[in-house]
């Protein structure tokens, strides 16, 4: 699957530059982590995070 280049942009102003994968476009969210070692995939639809 070729990516493109993305550009996380935070409200601060910090800029992440990296690539992207599946759909492209513009869109507006939060951005969340996880440390654990298992069980990450939940991050994506759990909505606790």
């Known amino acids: 699957m070729p990516s493109e280049p993305a550009v996380l942009v935070l409200e601060d ?8 994968f599946g759909h ?3 869109t507006v969210g939060e ?4 440390t654990s ?4 995939q939940e991050v994506l639809t759990d909505p606790s995070y």
Request: net charge negative; proline share 0%.
């Open 13 to 20: 102003g910090t800029i992440f530059e990296g690539e992207s």
């Open 37 to 40: 070692m298992t069980g990450y």
């Open 31 to 34: 951005v969340v982590f996880n």
């Open 24 to 26: 492209q476009g513009i």
